[in-house]
């Protein structure tokens, strides 16, 4: 079985900093992309960020210069640093991966079930 499983959030003033990390584990062979959406209430999942397995990222316009995200693919964990955060990035944050596994089907989509980061003051 393979899950993935987050950490770090929580509540944090506006301006402050939050990392989040995602650890995958189970029977994988490999990972693809690795990412963050989050969903804040009443609104629609969206992405905030991904990662390739070599390192190439790509962000939503609303948390670029903002957020950064990382991976350690020995370690297979995704990371997003949060910094100046706003009360619009209150929101539920999902980590999703693009895993190969060790059985069949071999590929597949996972997501975490989520952890809440807050922005208020």
């Known amino acids: 079985q393979v899950q993935l499983v987050e950490s770090g959030g929580g509540l944090v003033q506006p301006g402050g900093s939050l990392r989040l990390s995602c650890a995958a584990s189970?029977?994988?062979?490999?990972?693809?992309?690795m990412g963050w959406y989050r969903q804040a209430p009443e609104k629609e999942r969206e992405l905030v960020a991904t990662i390739t397995s070599g390192g190439s990222t790509n962000y939503a316009d609303s948390v670029k210069g903002r957020f950064t995200i990382s991976r350690d693919n020995a370690k297979n964990t995704v990371y997003l640093q949060m910094d100046s955060l706003k009360p619009e990035d209150t929101a539920a944050y999902y980590c999703?991966?693009?895993?190969?596994?060790?059985?069949?089907?071999?590929?597949?989509?996972?997501w975490g079930k989520g952890i809440l980061v807050t922005v208020s003051s």
């Open positions: 999703n991966a693009d895993i190969i596994r060790t059985y069949w089907p071999y590929g597949r989509d996972y």
């Open positions: 189970g029977s994988i062979r490999s990972i693809n992309a």
